[in-house]
């Protein structure tokens, strides 16, 4: 590894990586330019998102990096996330972006009696640090202890083997939460989602969810 025998301090954790948008590409040369010293890339591009997430969470462990910054592949940040992120001194926190399937919702969600419904727009703070129960895992800073402190698998995709099944980032973030750790997104980082992306939720966007999502 690059980073062998050096500290690391941040883990880019990217869960796959194949032909990339030439946005993204570009983007992320400058992302790492203006990254704090001592981070470092991780890649693990794997069939399956949850097994490909689980391996960037073992290898931030096993360098003890202090913090990992999942970077997804078709996600374009701020160049200086990193830094803003990180000056909120959070176990969890998240960039805010669009779902690209249909609907496309925010992702960033809070619990609700009949599932995990989006934060829509009018209903935070924009440019707002906000506390929520689920974000994708898309533009995030986690710290590497959090992991330490969650029972394995960290991650597990049940979205369509399971009749409530659900994402790999939102199974984290509930067994995050079950451990005692608060989950932020700052709204005042917008990420734009390769696809049919837009760069923000609008008021075209249909809330809420029928039946909400179902976290287990």
Not at 41 to 65: H, N, Q, Y
Not at 79 to 105: A, M, T
């Amino acid at each position: 590894m690059a980073w062998a025998g050096r500290k690391c301090e941040i883990l880019i954790a990217i869960p796959s990586v194949g032909t990339v948008n030439m946005e993204w590409a570009l983007n992320f040369a400058i992302l790492l330019r203006e990254a704090p010293a001592n981070t470092f890339v991780a890649t693990a591009p794997e069939p399956m998102i949850d097994v490909a997430r689980e391996k960037l969470g073992e290898i931030a462990v096993s360098v003890g990096a202090h913090h990992v910054f999942f970077l997804d592949s078709d996600i374009v940040t701020p160049p200086d996330v990193i830094n803003r992120l990180l000056k909120h001194d959070l176990p969890f926190v998240s960039g805010l972006y669009v779902r690209r399937h249909h609907p496309p919702f925010n992702e960033m969600l809070r619990k609700h009696p009949d599932g995990y419904q989006p934060i829509a727009d009018g209903e935070y703070e924009k440019g707002a640090l906000v506390s929520c129960d689920a974000v994708g895992l898309g533009c995030s800073l986690v710290k590497t202890d959090v992991f330490k402190d969650i029972e394995r698998p960290w991650f597990r995709w049940t979205e369509h083997s399971a009749q409530r099944g659900a994402s790999e980032d939102f199974y984290f973030c509930k067994k995050v939460r079950a451990t005692g750790f608060k989950i932020h997104c700052d709204t005042s980082i917008g990420c734009k989602h390769i696809g049919t992306f837009k760069w923000l939720p609008g008021d075209q966007f249909e809330y809420p969810i029928p039946g909400g999502i179902q976290v287990i």
